[in-house]
């Protein structure tokens, strides 16, 4: 029989924050797997959005605009073996939103209020019921703050941005290349962004473990989470 939490769930929420390129994605595919709960991307969501804005020829640093596009936005998420479907209004768009005009894009337009609380709402609805591991950036602090197992994923600069150079890479297409520089400049802005936006900046969450994958090989970032969520939570 499973514990269940003072949040009344019966299976737990395992909250994975930290900044771009730490491996969140990737450790979030890993442990709903290995525990069977579902692995909800909730940087797809904020993606999709800047996808619609890039599409609506509207300006992602327009506050206002941005607010007024999610209320006329529908995104959702479909966990498959190979990763989540992500539909924008009824549209798969999994693999446009992982080229890098929407994800700079994306991170200019997270920094807004209204948007983070609209995409706060969504999030929560998605989660409610437990048995999930959802990675962002304030899943801990904002979105589940009562959530059973909250770890906090970092490396440095340096080996995040190599991480995602070799992401996006894959990705972009042979006529919009791009270097490791050029990622790691993106990303030290990125960071800056999260870290110092008024809604739910960047931050371990209270009673978040934090995980610096620096040092760490890939196999042991998986092996210490698995330790991390087996302490928090027990069946």
């Known amino acids: 029989m499973e514990q269940a939490s003072s949040?009344?769930?019966?299976?737990?929420?395992?909250?994975?924050?930290?900044?771009?390129?730490?491996?969140?994605?990737?450790?979030a595919a890993h442990l709903a797997?290995?525990?069977?709960?579902?692995n909800l991307e909730t940087g797809a969501m904020y993606r999709a959005l800047a996808l619609k804005a890039i599409e609506s020829d509207l300006d992602v640093d327009d506050a206002a605009a941005m607010a007024d596009l999610c209320r006329r936005t529908k995104i959702a998420l479909e966990p498959t073996r190979d990763g989540n479907r992500v539909l924008l209004d009824g549209l798969d768009v999994s693999r446009r939103i992982r080229d890098a005009d929407v994800t700079a894009s994306a991170s200019r337009a997270s920094v807004h209020a209204p948007v983070r609380e609209w995409m706060v709402a969504q999030q929560q609805a998605l989660g409610a019921a437990g048995g999930v591991v959802m990675e962002g950036r304030d899943i801990g602090t904002a979105v589940f703050p009562d959530a059973e197992v909250k770890i906090f994923l970092d490396a440095a600069p340096e080996v995040r941005g190599n991480r995602r150079f070799r992401q996006v890479a894959s990705h972009v297409h042979e006529t919009a290349p791009v270097t490791e520089a050029a990622v790691l400049d993106e990303m030290k802005a990125r960071d800056l962004r999260d870290r110092s936006r008024e809604s739910s900046p960047l931050r371990p969450a209270e009673g978040a473990v934090v995980l610096d994958s620096t040092a760490m090989s890939l196999d042991e970032v998986l092996l210490r989470s698995e330790e991390i969520v087996r302490a928090r939570w027990t069946k």
Do not use: E, Q
Request: aromatic letters at 8%; zero cysteines; glycine letters at 18%.
């Open 33 to 38: 797997r290995r525990f069977g709960f579902l």
């Open 7 to 27: 949040s009344g769930r019966t299976r737990p929420v395992i909250a994975i924050d930290g900044p771009a390129g730490a491996g969140k994605s990737t450790l």
